[in-house]
């Protein structure tokens, strides 16, 4: 990250360093980040600069850049064709400069003295700046240093603006004409010890501001967009500590490259973009007799002007979609066969393994070769959105740009394994179908009912398979990571799911590991792959008893007080894993659904005996 807004100075040690996979996710467009010095808002992509020198990094992936391309177009957003996904610009610590990294902006601009006895709340430009902090003139002989406040304020669609700190100190006083504020913390800092005072007398608690009806209405600020980025918004103002886990919430989509399989034609028309985005049906003829004669030679001419029509048109070509296009290139994999290795430069190499397998498997893959694709899409504040069972987002239902007019979106890499276990269909249909199953769904049907009564565009109800799905993922996650060399939080799961009556039914895990870059992994989860039977039976034995059972194991999704709705039988003590393992944030889990549990029937369990 290079020097803040304004102030850059070739030479100059940028403010802060960040892994550019995390760019991509925690640190996107729009995330307040707490340097050592400032706290900063990250620049929006048209404050990315890279290096010419060393050219822009681009990342390729046509069956994810066409289904994005999709969802933005209903935005009114385009996405260009070639070069729709960049990885985050690389700095140099050795050699700053400007022209390389990701722009900041200084934000909050409202500070705080810390002289006790002062406690000022002014604006960066009432102070002085010296060796990179600002200082207060508290008296004519010291000086004390200030540190931005902890308070702003933001809305579910992402806006961002400072807290009315003038407003707020005197909403229900007369108009200050010489407003001088001080905020008065207590010793716990919760918001009801917190409170604003001014010179005139008037002051206000903060507790108060978190009743959002009382708060002004939003002004659509999208500061990290440039200085004067509105947008119209209906939305109050709510208050948010900008270093709260909630200021911030990315919307990554991923896919795994896979062999595609009926796109040979769109990947010659591609190649040659250059040659044929000008052709007609008069001019055709001429291109393919003259230059591309072999490569054209297996399509007629109708099949390629409608690819090229389509591209140049930059409307997506039919593919199926994300998970179960993948789904089906991992089900077509053959028998693995003795020593046979992957290509140096092959990106996607599976086998299925031929072994015994325990009842309700249906096969196990090993993919000794995985590059995964992420992009981010959009962002919200306040509260995240949902993905879809596709791990697509619905982005007219809430998200924040990350660009004003930039046709190109952040993305990372990631190269490593995966283990693909898929469930006998009907072993899971047929379990669908008891008693205690349906009655179970509509229990956690229920509870999602609740919870989504506060979530604005919460979307549908994920179904009794993806809990199992789901559960079952984190319970082999942490068997497996004993002995696979990887600790828990370095595997992910990717859940593949859909009902029996969908055009693909779908019940399967891949759980995964990777490294950004190209150096990928090490095989240890692989050869893990081979021993599924011993790792089911290790996840029965930690889902069977939780140390909180029986207040676990009983708990009712629908009338818990503490408002934990998108949960059955699961906490800390048997399904939780650590965040970035989970694609769900760990909801929608229930191990009474995987295994026999306290206070529920047997026949609930899919694994109703040790596998």
Not at 80 to 88: C, I, K, L, S, T
Not at 206 to 229: F, I, Y
Not at 388 to 402: I, K, M, P, S
Not at 468 to 482: D, G, K, N, Q
Request: hydrophobic share 40%; proline share 7%; aromatic share 8%.
């Amino acid at each position: 990250m290079p020097p803040k807004w304004g102030k850059h100075t070739v030479g100059m040690q940028p403010d802060g360093k960040a892994r550019l996979s995390q760019v991509v996710t925690t640190y996107g467009p729009g995330a307040m980040v707490d340097l050592l010095d400032h706290a900063v808002l990250i620049g929006g992509l048209e404050f990315w600069h890279y290096d010419k020198s060393h050219g822009i990094p681009v990342l390729a992936e046509p069956r994810l850049r066409d289904l994005v391309a999709q969802h933005l177009q209903k935005l009114d957003r385009v996405l260009a064709v070639d070069g729709a996904f960049r990885e985050p610009p690389a700095g140099d610590d050795k050699d700053p400069t400007k022209f390389s990294g990701v722009r900041v902006l200084e934000f909050p601009q409202w500070f705080v003295c810390q002289n006790p006895a002062c406690r000022a709340l002014l604006r960066s430009k009432e102070l002085e700046l010296k060796g990179g902090r600002y200082v207060h003139a508290c008296a004519r002989t010291k000086q004390t240093e200030s540190v931005p406040v902890r308070f702003v304020v933001a809305c579910p669609k992402g806006h961002l603006d400072e807290f009315p700190w003038v407003w707020f100190a005197h909403k229900d006083a007369t108009k200050c004409s010489a407003p001088s504020l001080k905020l008065v913390e207590g010793a716990t800092g919760d918001f009801s010890d917190v409170k604003v005072h001014c010179a005139c007398g008037a002051h206000a608690p903060l507790s108060s501001a978190q009743a959002k009806d009382s708060n002004p209405m939003c002004g659509g600020r999208r500061p990290w967009l440039g200085p004067d980025a509105e947008e119209p918004c209906d939305e109050r103002q709510r208050l948010l500590v900008r270093t709260a886990s909630n200021s911030y919430f990315s919307q990554v989509v991923s896919a795994i490259s896979v062999p595609e399989h009926g796109r040979e034609l769109e990947n010659v028309v591609k190649q040659h973009w250059a040659l044929l985005k000008p052709v007609n049906a008069q001019l055709l003829p001429v291109i393919r007799e003259n230059y591309l004669k072999v490569q054209l030679a297996p399509y007629d001419d109708a099949a390629v002007l409608a690819v090229v029509a389509a591209l140049r048109d930059e409307k997506a070509l039919p593919r199926d979609p994300l998970r179960t296009a993948e789904l089906k290139q991992f089900l077509a994999q053959k028998k693995e066969s003795k020593g046979e290795l992957p290509g140096p430069d092959d990106s996607f190499f599976a086998r299925r393994v031929v072994m015994p397998l325990p009842k309700g498997i249906e096969r196990v893959v090993l993919a000794s070769k995985l590059r995964e694709v992420r992009v981010q899409v959009g962002f919200t504040r306040l509260e995240p959105t949902t993905a879809n069972l596709q791990g697509e987002y619905d982005l007219e239902v809430r998200t924040a740009a990350l660009a004003q007019v930039a046709n190109w979106l952040p993305a990372s890499e990631v190269r490593g394994e995966g283990l693909l276990v898929v469930l006998d269909e009907q072993a899971v249909s047929a379990w669908e179908q008891k008693k205690a199953v349906v009655e179970r769904g509509l229990a956690l049907e229920a509870g999602y009912g609740e919870w989504a009564k506060t979530v604005p565009g919460a979307g549908g109800f994920p179904g009794i398979r993806f809990y199992l799905l789901h559960s079952l993922s984190h319970l082999l996650i942490s068997a497996i990571s004993l002995e696979c060399g990887y600790a828990a939080s370095a595997l992910r799961e990717r859940i593949y799911c859909a009902a029996a009556d969908a055009p693909m039914a779908m019940a399967a895990i891949l759980i995964s590991t990777g490294t950004p870059g190209s150096e990928g992994t090490l095989g240890g989860l692989v050869e893990q792959g081979r021993r599924l039977a011993t790792h089911l039976g290790r996840a029965f034995d930690l889902g069977i008893l939780c140390s909180n059972d029986p207040v676990c194991g009983t708990h009712s999704p629908a009338e818990d007080p503490g408002e934990r709705h998108l949960e059955g039988a699961a906490c800390h003590g048997c399904l939780f894993v650590a965040e970035c393992s989970c694609e769900r944030f760990n909801r929608y889990l229930d191990r009474a659904l995987v295994v026999p549990t306290i206070g529920h029937p047997p026949e609930l369990a899919f694994f109703p005996g040790r596998p």
